[in-house]
């Protein structure tokens, strides 16, 4: 059972970081900026020279896209 996990959790790993690679560029900056670099939205959107009504939409829009996804496949594996 631990090896399947293993393959399992693998496989979402790497669905989870194709997700992330077929976001935007835009909503990538926004992903690395603010969970990786643990900056806030505001700061993100002056850094990226947007309005950060504009960078709160890209972090959801990001968001929502990774999370369909990984819902996705995680469905997948379960009627595997």
């Known amino acids: 059972h631990d090896v399947e996990s293993s393959v399992i959790t693998r496989a979402l790993l ?7 690679r077929d976001l935007t560029d835009e909503e990538q900056a926004v992903i690395a900026l603010h969970y990786h670099g643990g900056l806030q939205l505001q700061v993100i959107a ?6 950060e009504s504009r ?3 890209l972090h959801a829009t990001a968001v929502l896209a990774v999370h369909a996804r990984m819902k996705t496949s995680a469905r997948n594996y379960e009627n595997g």
């Open 14 to 20: 790497t669905e989870f970081v194709d997700a992330v």
């Open 46 to 51: 002056r850094l990226m020279g947007v309005t």
């Open 55 to 57: 960078a709160s939409q």
